[in-house]
C-alpha cells in the first residue's frame, strides 16, 4: 500500500504560480512512476503530468506543456508539480497518483493508488 498525500493547493489570480506537492508513505517511493490528474467540476479526470522512477522522464498533456513542470525527490518521497502562467480554466481538484508498472501512463486507470486532491482555482 502506498498513501499520498497532496498540498499546495489553493485561490490565485490569472497570471499567477502555485507549487503542489505529494507526499507519499508506504512502499518503496522511487520504484513508482508518479502523475497528476485533473478534475474540474462536471468533466472527466483528465492528466496533467507524469515522471519515471528515476525523474529522467516527464511528459505532459498539451494544455500545460510550458507552463507546468514535474519534478520528484527520491529522498523525501515527494513529487512535485510547479504551475506557473495560470489560467481560469486551471481550475479543478488537482491529484496525485502512483503507477507500478514501468512505463508512464495518461490514463487514470493505470494507476494503482490516488491521493485526496487538492483545489486549485484560477480567479480571471
Known amino acids: 500500500q502506498v498513501q499520498l498525500v497532496e498540498s499546495g493547493g489553493g485561490l490565485v489570480q490569472a497570471g499567477g504560480s502555485l507549487r503542489l506537492s505529494c507526499a507519499a508513505s508506504g512502499r518503496t517511493f522511487s520504484v513508482y512512476t508518479m502523475g497528476w490528474f485533473r478534475q474540474a467540476p462536471g468533466k472527466e479526470r483528465e492528466f496533467v503530468a507524469a515522471i519515471t522512477r528515476s525523474g529522467g522522464n516527464t511528459y505532459y498533456a498539451d494544455s500545460v506543456k510550458g507552463r507546468f513542470t514535474i519534478s520528484r525527490d527520491n529522498a523525501k518521497d515527494t513529487v512535485y508539480l510547479q504551475m506557473n502562467s495560470l489560467k481560469p480554466e486551471d481550475t479543478a481538484v488537482y491529484s496525485c497518483?502512483?503507477?507500478?508498472?514501468?512505463?508512464?501512463?495518461?490514463?487514470?486507470?493505470?494507476?494503482?493508488?490516488w491521493g485526496q486532491g487538492t483545489q486549485v482555482t484560477v480567479s480571471s
Open positions: 497518483a502512483v503507477r507500478k508498472g514501468l512505463s508512464y501512463s495518461r490514463y487514470p486507470g493505470e494507476y494503482d493508488y
